[in-house]
């Protein structure tokens, strides 16, 4: 029967492989947006088209003193307007962001077009920076016979002046890399056999 001391041993050794492993997880960092409420619509009312809301989420934290550098495409994210969402197995467009020198969004540029058919969709846009219009504008549009083009039927956006601009916050997620979980659950099984072994 292993003694006091014993089993004492294979607590620590477990509570520290423990500890070594949970250190080789991994930290994902999500960015969240929150647009200022829209103050003009035309076709609609709010609700539900009152404003975008968004994410993306990277496996680590943006770099300090980017200059609208472009998300890559295998980045996950979803922006949306009330019941539009756009992401990045359903639109088009771009994601480009800029940092400041702490690694915090300080410009950016979000413009994602959704098509449903020929020449009709949504499209999603926000936007601040000293190079670019800075407003957040969403608009569902149709085709447009007499042009050949499209049509907005719906849209809103932002028409205050000085424009109030969204927000950004940020969160991190540690998860267990699925290497670290099965590399524990062998050791925790061998020291339970080991145990029982005694026993």
Do not use: H
Request: proline fraction near 9%; charge should be negative.
């Amino acid at each position: 029967m292993p003694t006091v001391k014993k089993i004492a041993s294979i607590a620590l050794f477990s509570l520290l492989l423990t500890v070594c492993l949970v250190a080789s997880a991994k930290a994902d960092t999500t960015y969240t947006y929150t647009g200022p409420p829209f103050t003009f619509s035309f076709g609609g009312v709010c609700p539900p088209i009152c404003s975008i809301t968004g994410s993306f989420t990277l496996p680590t934290p943006l770099a300090a003193n980017d200059d609208m550098v472009p998300l890559p495409s295998s980045v996950p994210f979803s922006f949306s307007s009330g019941p539009y969402t756009a992401n990045q197995t359903n639109s088009v467009g771009q994601i480009m962001i800029s940092t400041n020198a702490a690694g915090v969004i300080d410009d950016w540029d979000v413009n994602l077009t959704v098509y449903s058919g020929y020449m009709e969709g949504f499209y999603i846009d926000t936007s601040k920076g000293p190079s670019i219009a800075s407003y957040d504008q969403f608009a569902e549009f149709v085709p447009n016979p007499g042009s050949g083009g499209e049509m907005t039927t719906f849209g809103a956006d932002n028409e205050n002046t000085p424009i109030p601009f969204g927000t950004w916050t940020v969160s991190t997620t540690t998860v267990p890399e699925p290497s670290t979980v099965l590399m524990l659950g062998v050791v925790l099984l061998g020291l339970a056999r080991l145990t029982l072994k005694k026993l």
